[in-house]
């Protein structure tokens, strides 16, 4: 018996280092992308956030950098590396080994590194978010507000809301601005596109006004099949002249004195974002909205609605009278 568990420990251990010296002997020969038709020739590939070892191994396999993602993959687990990877777009120069693949992904030695903007992420995260990117010269932290709106070419006097959220590339070491300055102009390309397609008799008086609403609807909800309907809703309460009465306009007036509770005397509290205690829409958007939620707020649903309450999926059940929301409430809040 005890012969016969020596054996299997040696075959173990045989098996083991012939694993290893395999995946030795393959971390350290040319990849395809060195051999390609047109010598010298380099590969440009992009580097997603979230992406895995796996997702890796087939995109590689995929724009023919690698022969074998499998063998790929357990190298990379083998050395530690899936969890190490920078984003962003890199050039690839022949020659090159899958050691030398990972350790420029590792270092994260892109020609194009990558900013995302997410929707409803407000101005002090966004100027948060630059701050804490290495290979993005962060100038706008030495500016005002006045003095970025300035910078980027806006004649608005509130930079809330008017960057478009999206994913933006952008060379190493270069200037926040530029970033800043694309995201400005999509964001005006993409309301000035959906202002022209807008829904007929809609109570804004000006696109920036849309934009304010849009604002309120990508925060209001994160199922996309909703923001018509959550317009909808805002909508008709501006035509008869009720309160919006909406949490996140009175979260985004307490600033960075709200905690993540909101109470009912932040509610009672007065500010110019309080649409508890003021009519008509908030003086700014409070975040940056997606596409879509703009387009719901240009081409709202048509809803009797006037009430709306969260059932805690991450829907919402929506009322057309006072007493049905109340039961609502009792049903999913209390």
Known sequence: MKTWIKRLFLLLVLAAMTL??????????PLPLASARVPGSAKTV????GMHLRSLAMMLHREG??????????????LGKGGALKVGVYTLNPPLTPLKLFDIFERGEVSQALLQLIEGKNLREVRALLANQPLLVNDSARMSEAELLQALGADETHLEGLLFPDTYFY?????????LRRAYQL?????????ETRAPGLPYRTPYEALIMASIVEKETGAAFERPLIAGVFLNRLRIGMRLQTDPTVIYGLGERFDGNLRRADLQRDTPYNTYT????????????????????LNPASTHALYFVARGDGTHVFSRTLDAHNRAVDRYQR
């Open 20 to 29: 290893a010296g395999g995946l030795a002997w393959y971390g350290n020969q």
């Open 187 to 195: 964001q005006r390309e993409k309301l000035r596109a959906a202002w």
């Open 171 to 179: 060379a190493p070491h270069s200037s926040d601005i530029g970033v």
């Open 46 to 49: 992009n580097i997603t956030p």
């Open 65 to 78: 950098v690698i022969d074998h993602p499998l063998v790929f993959r357990l190298l990379g687990r083998v």
């Open 278 to 297: 003021r009519a008509g829409l908030p003086p700014t958007p409070i975040a940056m909205p997606s596409e879509a939620a703009i387009r719901a707020a």
